[in-house]
């Protein structure tokens, strides 16, 4: 767990996207086969959380899988080089963030030519689908600066240990730890709770 404690708005961020990952259906599923995996199979199993999760990020479906296709494209291009299917897996989760990274890089590039506008909403559905509090938990992710956002989607979203985080971001473990606490207080401080 992220932080000394558990306050209040750590438990609200977990639970609202734990809540997404269930709706989501995006658990990790089990190989249960002794055959080595096949790119095919990893993409089967693996497409629709990659996207979920640059979702989260860039806050753009059609960019989100832009992003999630190029990190599969990559993954096709080094499949010979891998040790096996969670390195796969590892290689995808980083690709992703990094390929969100950059279209966010790039968004603010072009921010600065043109005027700001703001991000698409997300979609009547999904949204329909979570709480009042947990829209307002959603929404206020979307106002945190990029690292924080990472981190906590990642935590509670990929459901990934700080050191699984800290790979995937490129930072060290105690910056994964701080980070989530200055996200979670922000969080709380944007949400106006206690």
Do not use: C
Not at 127 to 150: D, K, N
């Amino acid at each position: 767990m992220i932080g000394d404690g558990t306050s209040g708005i750590e438990r609200s961020v977990e639970r609202t996207l734990g809540h997404l990952r269930t709706l989501d259906g995006s658990g990790e599923q089990e190989e249960t086969q002794d055959a080595p995996l096949r790119l095919e199979d990893l993409y089967r199993q693996q497409q629709m959380r990659m996207v979920r999760l640059a979702i989260l990020l860039v806050d753009d479906p059609a960019t989100a899988e832009d992003v999630v296709q190029e990190a599969f494209t990559g993954l096709y291009r080094n499949w010979s080089q891998l040790r096996d299917s969670k390195a796969a897996v590892g290689y995808l989760r980083t690709a992703v963030v990094n390929g969100s990274r950059s279209v966010l890089r790039r968004r603010k590039t072009a921010r600065e030519y043109q005027p700001p506008h703001q991000p698409d909403a997300r979609s009547a559905e999904s949204l329909a689908m979570l709480s009042t509090e947990h829209q307002a938990i959603v929404t206020a992710l979307g106002h945190l600066p990029r690292r924080q956002r990472e981190v906590l989607v990642l935590r509670y979203y990929g459901n990934m240990s700080e050191g699984e985080i800290a790979e995937a971001t490129g930072v060290s473990k105690g910056t994964v730890k701080s980070t989530a606490s200055r996200a979670l207080e922000a969080l709380q401080k944007h949400l106006g709770t206690s």
